[in-house]
């Protein structure tokens, strides 16, 4: 009965510092409008509020004293950092849009370079792409219009 008390209050000891060290994997949290950036881009002056709501979907928030205002929220949590907001504000005047407001696609320069160094890319080099060849380069590869052989044609 001891050994049972004393693996039992072990492990609630174990369970509790790793907790405590931060060990214990939490999840990003988004919460709120998922919108895309195509779509956003779409939106014009002069577009009814009906347009709109196929366009981006139902907003988070319609202020009930305000019908010609609708706020498109979300929020990012990640690990052990601080919570990010981002809006877009859409203003209508006799149920069609006038201004569109907001930061919800505003991305931090330095964030996306170290993203882009998590996932071993550098946009510098990836921009020369496959423009850049020489006329050495040029092979025939052997696709479909390539007229190349394959093992196929040598067994003939």
């Known amino acids: 009965m001891q050994k049972l008390l004393i693996r039992t209050l072990g492990m609630a000891l174990l369970a509790t510092a790793s907790a405590g060290c931060g060990l214990v994997y939490t999840p990003d949290v988004q919460q709120g409008n998922l919108l895309d950036k195509k779509n956003v881009d779409q939106l014009q002056p002069g577009m009814t509020k009906r347009q709109v709501l196929v366009l981006l979907g139902t907003p988070s928030v319609i202020s009930p004293f305000d019908n010609d205002r609708w706020d ?58 496959d423009k850049n060849t020489s006329a050495n380069d040029k092979k025939d590869d052997g696709g479909i219009f390539g007229g190349g052989s394959s093992s196929d044609d040598d067994k003939k």
């Open 72 to 129: 498109y929220v979300s929020t990012f949590s990640h690990r052990g950092k601080p919570m990010t907001t981002r809006t877009l504000t859409l203003t209508f005047n006799n149920d069609t849009l006038v201004k569109t407001e907001g930061d919800f696609f505003k991305q931090d320069a330095q964030q996306l370079l170290e993203d882009s160094k998590k996932y071993k890319s550098n946009p510098i080099d990836d921009a020369k792409g």
